[in-house]
């Protein structure tokens, strides 16, 4: 659970950065080896892995 990833986060200097659903098409993709990218722009998981990748693109950005 969230709550669970938070507390063996406590701390240390790791930041949680989202979670991201179970989801019974991301199993099948998994399944056969496809990446999460392969997933429609619909599905839960996708939107929320993108907003993942866009909070790390920013923070790179702040970076250099």
Excluded at 1 to 14: D, H, I, K, Q, W
Excluded at 37 to 60: C, D, H, M, V
Aim: aromatic content about 6%.
């Amino acid at each position: 659970t969230l709550e669970r990833a938070r507390g063996m986060l406590e701390g240390t200097r790791v930041e949680l950065l989202g979670q991201v659903p179970e989801d019974e098409e991301i199993a099948a993709h998994d399944a056969i080896g496809d990446p999460i990218f392969s997933l429609g722009q619909g599905n839960p998981a996708y939107r929320e892995f993108g907003g993942i990748l866009k909070y790390i693109t920013r923070q790179q950005a702040r970076v250099n």
